[in-house]
C-alpha cells in the first residue's frame, strides 16, 4: 500500500522560503510521474509543479521562477522548494503520485502540509 507524507510546511513572511518534502513507503518514486498540488481556502485544488519521469519539469504559471521541485529517488523523496512566497501562496499542500502528468488525476496523494504566508 502506497504512503506519501509530506512534511515542512509552516507559517512565513512574505518574500519568505519554505522547502516542502514528501517521503513516499510501499511505492517507488523512480520512473514515475510525480506532483505538487494545492488548495487555497473555497477554491479549486490546483496544479503547482510537477516532474515526470523522464525528469522533465513543469510549473504553474503563477510560481514559475520562485519554486522548484526535485526528486531523490535513492532516497524516494520528493521536494519543492518555495522562494519568495506571498500570500497568495497561502494554502494545503499535496504531494501526488503516478498519475496523469502533469496536473490530471493521481492515484496516491499525501495528506497535506499547511503553508501560511502573511503580508
Known amino acids: 500500500q502506497a504512503q506519501l507524507v509530506e512534511s515542512g510546511g509552516g507559517s512565513v513572511q512574505a518574500g519568505g522560503s519554505l522547502r516542502l518534502s514528501c517521503a513516499a513507503t510501499g511505492y517507488s518514486y523512480t520512473n514515475n510521474c510525480l506532483g505538487w498540488f494545492r488548495q487555497a481556502p473555497g477554491k479549486e485544488r490546483e496544479g503547482v509543479a510537477g516532474?515526470?519521469?523522464?525528469?522533465?519539469?513543469t510549473y504553474a504559471e503563477i510560481v514559475k521562477g520562485r519554486f522548484t521541485i526535485s526528486q531523490d529517488n535513492a532516497k524516494n523523496m520528493l521536494y519543492l522548494e518555495m522562494n519568495s512566497l506571498k500570500p497568495e501562496d497561502t494554502g494545503m499542500y499535496y504531494c501526488?503520485?503516478?498519475?496523469?502528468?502533469?496536473?490530471?488525476?493521481?492515484?496516491?496523494w499525501g495528506q497535506g502540509t499547511q503553508v501560511t504566508v502573511s503580508s
Open positions: 516532474i515526470h519521469s523522464d525528469g522533465t519539469t
Open positions: 501526488a503520485a503516478d498519475g496523469d502528468w502533469p496536473f490530471g488525476e493521481y492515484n496516491y
